[in-house]
């Protein structure tokens, strides 16, 4: 009885959690599956026509394009200074919004507002304010005469790569910092008490009580954020398009270009499974810490 | 702390108020200023003269941009809708039902989460291609339910979790089935769940770019963030038109987010907190 109940339940257990693998199977598993064979062979942008294997052909092609590397570098660098950039700025605006003060929700508000609205759109808001000749940085800059001449923000290589990391910075610190406050409103209020008994200043208090307790939530942030960094997408595409001189081709926009301005879908699939190596063994780390963890 | 001085505290907070809001508020600043106004020197911080003409624009000479927002609003309303329904059952199964392996489930939903969404352009263009779900609504709701849907079974099993079993316990020696102890009494139970992953997975889709660029190739069936950034211009960008069509497809997003600020927050640092 016991079992045929059981049996039971399974089943619709079961029948419960179909529609949803069925779903991930065929958006998620299965086209990574297939730019993996798209990868090592040469075929028809319809998938008609023979697939002909070429094993690791593409690969060896990417190797000696100086655009994959440069595309792998640029997503590197922009994801090895935004983030340290929104973590400091993510636990100072977190610690911030701790506090208490008049006007809290239209503060919590206010920083999430960048989190919330679409990165793509953020960063045409942005791209008018860089604008050279019209935008609102150059007016200040040269009003106030903090600069001479109008600043080409997006035109010159290390320029736009630090505008780049702005925007960025501007989108996702408070998305840090909402995770970080959850993690801070955790920490009991007995243990600043104590502390205060010993005579501790404030930056003693943050040191030795806030920051060890929030190692958890600070890791877990870093990891979310890194992970989208390194697919950072949209934020050049709208921006720059890649330049100048593809100085902000990120890996996703330089794959995007390959398979759909040059149609090459088995080269453009090589470098979206080596990106998805990289990312999956971001993942792996995710996971194995957090496995620790519990 | 309260002897503590708050001057500087007020300063930070107002800084990061003001940092946060000024690409918003020149963005609105701009859409209502006249075409002269957006290019004169020196800049124009009030727009002088005031005006409405870019809105009256789009609203009667450009009609496609109002499309991308409808568009955009089809999209994520049936996103949500998939999400929600496909994920509470599965959320419900995984934390409930103690069916085998649910945690070896739960922990592979979770990896297939992180697959970057370019990674599945080529195969899904193809597939979409072939299947003809190209600039289909069901296409691109397909494709975002399937990138969203490890979120919504994560927030849901988790809120699911939450619930006291006595009632689910109570209901089965009643007789009921499973199904219907679901839709009849853990639905109503779980609906602030339900309420806050709703609107992030609405948020998400939305905001969704790489696949809705991809699988959207004919312009009347762009979404908002993808029509807006292609939207031609002769020689260069039209500013005046862009920063109005921006307004209009943020402020759906604008109010969400102000309404139901505290779901929102609570339901992203839960599923974050995993």
């Known amino acids: ?294 | 702390m309260q002897s503590r001085p708050r001057f500087g505290l007020y300063l930070l907070v107002g800084l990061s108020v003001v940092i946060s809001f000024f690409p918003i508020v020149w963005l609105i600043l701009t859409s209502v200023k006249t075409t002269g106004g957006i290019y004169a020197w020196p800049p124009q911080y009030i727009p002088n003269p005031f005006t409405l003409e870019n809105y009256r624009k789009i609203l009667f000479d450009s009609p496609e941009l109002l499309l991308y927002v409808w568009n955009s609003f089809v999209v994520a309303l049936g996103t949500t809708a998939l999400c929600l329904g496909f994920g509470g059952l599965a959320g419900y199964a995984l934390s409930r039902l103690r069916i085998r392996h649910a945690g070896v489930i739960m922990v592979a939903i979770l990896a297939v989460s992180m697959f970057p969404p370019v990674s599945l352009l080529p195969s899904l263009f193809q597939n979409f291609l072939n299947f003809g779900l190209l600039n289909t609504y069901t296409g691109l709701i397909l494709a975002h339910t399937g990138l969203f849907l490890p979120f919504t079974v994560w927030m849901l099993a988790s809120y699911f979790a939450t619930l006291p079993a006595e009632i689910e316990e109570a209901a089965k020696m009643d007789g009921m089935g499973t199904l219907r102890i679901f839709l009849s009494i853990v639905i109503p139970l779980s609906w602030p769940g339900f309420v806050a992953t709703g609107l992030i997975v609405f948020i998400f889709s939305w905001n969704e770019f790489p696949l809705a660029l991809v699988l959207m190739t004919q312009d009347a069936m762009r979404t908002a963030p993808v029509g807006i950034s292609l939207y031609p211009g002769e020689y260069a960008f039209p500013w005046e038109t862009i920063s109005t069509a921006t307004v209009i497809a943020i402020v759906p997003i604008l109010v969400i987010t102000a309404i139901f600020q505290k779901q929102i927050i609570g339901g992203l640092t839960a599923g974050s907190g995993k």
């Open chain 1, 1 to 294: 009885m016991a079992n045929a109940l059981d049996r039971r339940r399974q089943a619709v257990g079961l029948g419960f959690v179909t529609p949803t693998v069925l779903v991930i199977l065929a958006i998620l598993v299965y086209p990574v599956l297939q730019s993996f064979v798209l990868s090592v062979g040469n075929s028809e942008i319809d998938g008609s026509g023979g697939y002909r294997f070429v094993g690791l052909q593409h690969y060896a092609e990417l190797m000696q394009t100086s655009r994959f590397w440069n595309s792998l570098k640029v997503t590197l660098i922009f994801t090895a200074f935004s983030i340290p950039l929104e973590l400091m700025l993510g636990i100072g605006l977190a610690v911030l919004m701790n506090e208490h003060f008049h006007g809290k929700g239209l503060a919590r508000l206010a920083v999430l507002f960048p989190w919330a609205l679409p990165t793509a759109l953020n960063t045409l808001m942005w791209r008018w304010m860089y604008n050279t000749d019209y935008g609102l940085f150059n007016a200040v800059a040269l009003q106030t005469g903090l600069a001479e001449q109008p600043i080409n923000w997006l035109g010159d290589q290390t320029l736009a790569m630090a505008s780049m990391v702005t925007v960025s910075v501007w989108k996702t610190s408070s998305f840090m910092a909402l995770i970080i406050l959850a993690g801070l409103q955790s920490i009991p209020r007995e243990l600043y008490e104590a502390g205060r008994m010993d005579g501790m200043t404030r930056w003693q208090e943050f040191r030795q009580i806030t920051l060890p307790l929030l190692t958890g939530p600070i890791l877990v942030a870093l990891i979310i954020r890194s992970m989208d960094a390194l697919r950072a997408f949209e934020l050049p595409f709208n921006l720059t398009d890649g330049g100048p001189v593809s100085a902000t081709e990120s890996l996703s926009l330089y794959a995007y270009k390959v398979i759909f301005d040059f149609i090459d879908f088995n080269l453009g699939s090589a470098i979206v499974v080596i990106q998805f190596l990289v990312i999956f063994a971001m993942s792996l780390i995710y996971i194995f810490t957090l496995r620790k963890k519990d």
